[in-house]
């Protein structure tokens, strides 16, 4: 089977689902699955992903699977017992192949759904490129990586202090795949290389787990928030609130980064390490933040700027190059670092739909990246953030 543990994850699902624990335990939603190429079809592995699904939902953490947990510090004890008796449930998947089209929507508590965004999304991949490589080419893999790992040594004469991290779980070629990438960089490049969103590699390497919060925590408070206009700076203090400063990067693309400046004010700014780039043109975002922050009185010399939307390190490298001496940066790389093998990645997501009973949304900076199936309150939305002044 291809999810072989609970910790085949990335760090910011449990970050978030501690803190609805805590803090949302009540709350109902819903998730939908989109392929944004749609000339692929994914029909033909449906029972699979099915079968795969099932197996995912027997696991339970190990006992020493929530002792490592307990050696990062942000994880408290209480999350740590709810953990222990944790288990997905298939109940909540739903799986159709209606007029020859695949989908996938998740609907249920939200303590008991978040947790099925990245396994699942990994499970369609592998399956994908099982059907159509069944003896894919991993030595044009390996020599790719290794171009990439001469980028980075090279930069090094640069003194660009280049770090990434492995985003790479949801999109991944294989599991297999994706452990043999990070033992090699980890022996290639383990200065540069300052962690994974992978639980169970982080755990089996001994290197840092990195992850914060995604956007279904922007998205959820539309609807459970006080206020809608109101909705990211509620976010933002019940994360404060949860990680007393800990994880300490915010997303800034859930309505559009002008609409998360007028929101992220001295509090916020000061509060919080930095900001994480997740979709639009990075050097104009980065510029805006640098920016933002100097008008706040504060030296953008101390804050880190993370970017995450789609890199290649040619991009990655370019981006450091241009802001350095100006602002902190780092690097999470996904599908560029983890699907290199062969051919063109194909990009799939499972984003939240619903909270409550109503429709949430993401705006974001990318038009392709925008998602919510209710085009009434994605209008409503808009008027509301974008009508700020």
Not at 168 to 189: A, D
Not at 254 to 281: E, N, Q, T
Request: glycine share 6%; proline share 4%; hydrophobic share 40%.
């Amino acid at each position: 089977m291809i999810i072989k543990s609970l910790l085949d994850t990335d760090l910011y699902k449990l970050t978030m689902m501690q803190g609805v624990l805590h803090q949302f335990p009540w709350a109902e939603v819903s998730y939908g699955f989109e392929c944004r190429n749609k000339e692929i079809d994914l029909c033909p592995v449906a029972d699979q992903v099915k079968d795969e699904i099932n197996h995912l939902c027997s696991l339970r953490f190990l006992p020493e699977e929530l002792d490592y947990l307990r050696t990062l510090r942000f994880m408290k004890e209480d999350f740590i017992q709810f953990l222990r008796l944790f288990r997905l449930n298939s109940e909540f998947v739903t799986i159709r192949t209606d007029n020859d089209t695949f989908s996938l929507t998740i609907k249920g508590p939200w303590l008991h759904t978040i947790m099925f965004e990245v396994p699942v999304l990994a499970i369609i991949n592998e399956l994908y490129y099982r059907l159509i490589l069944p003896n894919p080419d991993f030595g044009t893999g390996e020599k790719k990586l290794y171009e990439k790992i001469d980028l980075v040594k090279k930069s090094e004469n640069e003194n660009l202090d280049f770090r990434f991290t492995d985003f790479g779980t949801r999109r991944r070629f294989s599991g297999k795949w994706h452990k043999k990438i990070i033992k090699i960089l980890k022996k290639e490049v383990p200065g540069n290389l300052v962690g994974t969103s992978n639980l169970m590699l982080a755990k089996e390497f001994g290197i840092v787990p990195i992850g914060t919060m995604a956007h279904e925590w922007l998205m959820a408070v539309q609807s459970i928030g006080p206020k809608l206009a109101d909705s990211q700076k509620f976010a933002l203090e019940y994360w404060a609130q949860e990680y007393r400063g800990d994880l300490g990067i915010a997303l800034s693309d859930v309505v559009g980064f002008d609409a998360f400046i007028h929101d992220f004010d001295m509090y916020f700014a000061k509060l919080f390490d930095g900001c994480r780039h997740d979709s639009g043109d990075p050097f104009w975002w980065a510029d805006k933040l640098i920016e933002h922050y100097k008008s706040l009185g504060i030296d953008p010399a101390t804050k880190t700027a993370i970017f995450s939307d789609g890199l290649t390190f040619e991009k990655a490298l370019a981006i450091a190059r241009y802001f350095k001496g100006r602002i902190n940066t780092g690097f999470g790389v996904g599908t560029n670092l983890t699907n290199d093998v062969e051919g063109t990645p194909i990009q799939i997501v499972i984003k939240m739909t619903h909270c409550q009973g109503q429709p949430v949304a993401k705006i974001s900076d990318s038009p392709g990246k925008q998602m919510c199936k209710d085009a009434r309150y994605l209008k409503y939305l808009k008027h509301v953030f974008r009508g700020v002044k």
